[in-house]
């Protein structure tokens, strides 16, 4: 092996054309300098490798990084749309609620003269309440939100289903006269229908929560009846399905007795 190196030494051409006439040391040395050289890229080939690896995850984790941001912050703008739409206050808050409007609309048992019989709901539109008849004379009264002007209306009606904390799904015409809607939200604290639903029989109308309890006492909806949430529950385990309800008309007044009971 010592000769065949030596014989390509002496075989090789320097820079300015002359032979290469060195001595044996002369080419030992030689040798052993570019062995060392070799061995010194060899030790550093572990090393290149693994700071290639390293830049390489570094690279990736910036990039994922970056379009996470980027989605996070097309997620958010997206939502606030939809928070200015279906204001988000929480599944049983009444705190955007004055106590003035809170004691009006808050559930009790009232004197009530009827000729419904007791399971009764009769809507009082006009007055912005809802009635559940017990019967004697007595009913529990709950505040509620109406539809707003051109969007009431009244008749005789059943509870044909009910669902708790119900998937919200705007009908057509809905989307027709707001295009920003989602299509489907599905059930929760920030769904519009809130904490409990009641299907009324041949219509597209419910009785059902809110997550904007501010609006109970006012004439708000496209048609729905809504109650807070506490209440809507409290008359979800009442009401049956079949269970028959009565909507007045906008023009009709209903003055009940409104002697407190408890």
């Known amino acids: 092996m010592a000769a065949v190196v030596s014989a390509a030494i002496k075989a090789n051409i320097c820079g300015d054309g002359a032979m ?74 009444n ?47 709950y505040g509620i939100g109406v539809g707003r002007e051109g969007f009431t209306w009244s008749g005789v009606k059943t509870i044909e289903r009910k669902s708790e904390w119900p998937d919200w799904t705007p009908p057509a015409e809905m989307l027709q006269r707001q295009p920003y809607l989602p299509r489907f939200m599905a059930g929760g604290p920030g769904n519009p229908l809130g904490a409990r639903a009641m299907y009324l029989s041949g219509t597209v109308y419910r009785i059902h929560g809110t997550n904007a309890p501010d609006t109970i006492g006012k004439r708000v909806s496209s048609g729905c009846i809504r109650m807070l949430n506490d209440d809507v529950i409290d008359l979800y385990g009442r009401a049956q399905v079949g269970s028959k309800v009565v909507v007045l008309p906008m023009e009709r007044r209903h003055f009940a007795q409104s002697t407190f009971t408890h």
């Open 20 to 93: 290469i006439t060195n001595t044996p040391n002369n080419s030992t040395e030689f040798v052993r300098s570019h062995v060392a050289v070799s061995s010194k890229f060899f030790d550093l080939l572990p090393n290149t490798a693994v700071a290639l690896v390293i830049g390489t995850v570094v690279f990736w984790s910036s990039a994922a990084q970056s379009q996470m941001l980027a989605m996070t912050s097309e997620s958010n703008a997206v939502a606030s749309i939809f928070r200015e739409v279906m204001p988000d206050r929480g599944a049983n808050s």
């Open 95 to 141: 705190a955007d609620i004055d106590q003035q409007t809170t004691a009006r609309s808050r559930r009790q048992t009232v004197q009530y003269v009827t000729t419904e019989a007791p399971g009764t709901i009769v809507v009082d539109t006009p007055n912005t309440y809802l009635y559940f008849v017990l019967g004697g004379g007595k009913a529990i009264r």
